[in-house]
Each structure stands twice: as structure tokens, then as C-alpha cells.
């Protein structure tokens, strides 16, 4: 699952890794909390968030209704990222790092930590606004880098933006594998840990079913889960 303040964001930040995760079989889901419409029509940019997710091959993409530019870490932008949460159960979550010069997607970051907390894997991406981030963890996305070119040719409406040109993504992407010191790495997608939990096996813990049934089975109302 990917999480994003703005249209765009989740595509820059792990668009390469959702693209690689879903030609692997993985399901993919989207939250987005504004429509970006300070940047643009909020029509248009919702429909080009619904191609890129298409083009993802995303499940499910959720567009919340928060206003561009006034997103604040509180109840209710935890609560909303939160119901999707519950809703799709993710094992994986990629959101914005906090260090982040955005105040968006400041908070959008600091409340996906709370609503993200019984998630075992939460991964920080960085934006082109992000400041002093220091990654930890890289994907390889060798295999994806021409198709999340493509992915972001989408977002026509912002095609002015400096962040957005093809030598800057594929640069940093470089960078990145560079940073990986991995010869077999070309292209890379970075990220920031905020917490990663593996099985015996040492690979990314995924919660097993039977787990999420026994924990339903002891809410003493039928179908709701209890937490604290
Ligand atoms: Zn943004």
C-alpha cells in the first residue's frame, strides 16, 4: 500500500516499486488525501491518478477529501488513512519521510506512522522537497524505470514541473543504485526505514491469515476488531 498527500507524490516516491510489486502479483492500494487542487484542476488530476493507478494495476485507489496544502497531523487525517488501512491490510506500507520540507506531506508522514502501527513494514520514500533524508533500504526497479517514465508522462497537467523531468527521475534513480554499491542494480527507489519486522526466514513478515482470524474471533463483537 501506498500512501500520498497529493496527486503524484506515491508515483515519484515508490512508483518504480508498486510497478515491480504488481508484475509480481502483488495487490496494490493507493490513498491519496487531497486532489492537488492547488496545483491544478482537481478533475483533471484525480483522473490522472486514476490512470497511473490503473496503469499500476492498483486494486484500490482511495482519493480523500482533505484540501490541498492544509493537511494537519490529527484525528481525523489519521482516521482516514486508517479505515483504508483496516480495509486493505496491508504488509507493506510506503509513505512520505517527515523529513520533509512539504508541511503536507509533514503530516501525512507523521500520521500514517500512527495509523500505520500494527503494519509490519512502514517504508519512508522521498519527495523532490525532501531534505536531509537518509535512506536505509533500496528496491531495485531496473526492470520498471522506462514504465514509471511512462506512468509519470501522465501527469500532463503538471508536465511544467521541474521535479517531473525525465533526467531528474532517471537520475536520482541512479544515484540511488549507486548508492547501493550492487553492480547488478541500475536503477534504484530509495526509502527510510520506520519499521521493518522479518519472519524466521529473514524476508519481510507478512501477517498470516489465520492470525487476523484468530484476532477477529476474540473481539467480543462479531466482525470488529479490538485495539488499543
Ligand atoms: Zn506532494
Avoid at 33 to 61: C, Y
Avoid at 76 to 102: G, M, R, W, Y
Avoid at 192 to 211: I, R
Wanted: include cysteine; charge should be negative.
Amino acid at each position: 500500500m501506498a500512501i500520498g498527500a497529493h496527486p503524484d507524490d506515491v508515483e515519484i516516491g515508490c512508483g518504480g516499486s508498486l510497478l515491480a510489486s504488481s508484475a509480481l502479483g502483488h495487490e496494490i492500494y493507493i490513498y491519496v488525501a487531497t486532489r492537488g487542487e492547488k496545483s491544478g484542476n482537481p478533475v483533471i488530476r484525480e483522473d490522472e491518478t486514476r490512470k497511473t493507478a490503473e496503469l499500476i494495476g492498483a486494486q484500490k485507489l482511495r482519493i480523500a477529501d482533505f484540501r490541498d496544502t492544509l493537511l494537519k497531523r490529527d484525528g481525523e487525517l489519521i482516521d482516514s488513512i486508517e479505515s483504508f488501512v483496516k480495509e486493505v491490510e496491508p504488509h507493506i506500507v510506503f509513505t512520505h519521510t517527515a523529513n520533509d520540507q512539504h508541511h503536507d506531506h509533514q503530516a501525512v508522514a507523521l500520521s500514517a506512522v500512527e495509523a500505520c502501527r500494527f503494519v509490519p513494514n512502514l517504508f519512508c520514500y522521498e519527495s523532490p522537497s525532501a531534505k536531509n533524508f537518509q535512506p536505509q533500504a533500496f528496491v531495485d526497479i531496473s526492470s520498471v524505470i522506462s514504465k514509471k517514465l511512462k506512468l509519470l508522462d501522465i501527469f500532463w497537467s503538471q508536465r511544467g514541473k521541474q521535479y517531473l523531468r525525465k533526467n531528474a527521475i532517471v537520475g536520482l534513480a541512479e544515484y540511488r543504485a549507486f548508492q547501493t554499491r550492487v553492480e547488478q542494480i541500475k536503477y534504484a527507489e530509495a526509502f527510510e526505514v520506520s519499521k521493518v519486522c522479518m519472519s524466521e526466514a529473514l524476508s519481510l513478515f507478512s501477517v498470516p491469515v489465520f492470525a487476523r482470524e484468530l484476532e477477529l474471533s476474540k473481539s467480543p463483537i462479531s466482525g470488529e476488531r479490538v485495539e488499543q
